[in-house]
């Protein structure tokens, strides 16, 4: 486990290097990344000084918030820190007046629809071949090929 108050909370200023290689753990390619992270906030947990997680968000409405990206790094996953860290955008989005949280995933990946859920949000929609098509390689996670796509969203 963590001490809540050794993580800092921070939103990237403009210009600051874009933290590709954390990015990296939550989308396949720099290409796909590139495609939201330049409209998108980027909030950072650090921790002595150190980036432990990122997560970027953009809105995709006038009051609808997408999280594009969450990411922590190997070392510090399963120790609560990705809760955390969704429960402060949360809070972040609510502050900000958004009406709406939106985050997507695949529909195989187990531990990432588990702590959405846990978090707050409900699957509402489901794309077919949503990583066939929008990918130019096959992805694999634990041996299983990325399909369809699951949308979950939370009403703040
Ligand atoms: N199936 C179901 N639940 C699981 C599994 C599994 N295979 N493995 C772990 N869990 C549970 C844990 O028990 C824990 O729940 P609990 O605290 O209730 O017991 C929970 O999942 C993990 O919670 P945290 O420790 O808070 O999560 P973590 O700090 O590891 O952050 C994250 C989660 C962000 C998904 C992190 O693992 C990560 O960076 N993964 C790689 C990148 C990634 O996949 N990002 C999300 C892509 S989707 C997007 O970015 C919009």
Known sequence: MFNQKDLKLRTLHPGENIPYSLLLLADETVEAIDRYIH???????EHEGEMIAVCAT????????EIKNIAV?????NKGVGYRFLLDIIDKA??????????ATADCAQKQLYLYQKAGFQPYR???DYFIQNYPEPIFEDGIQLKDQVILKMSL
Do not use: F
């Open 39 to 45: 409209q998108s906030v980027i909030s950072v947990l």
């Open 58 to 65: 953009a809105m995709i409405d006038e009051q609808v918030m």
């Open 73 to 77: 790094r190997e070392d510090w996953q």
């Open 94 to 103: 609510k502050e900000e007046g958004c009406s709406e949280l939106v985050i």
């Open 126 to 128: 489901v794309i077919p």
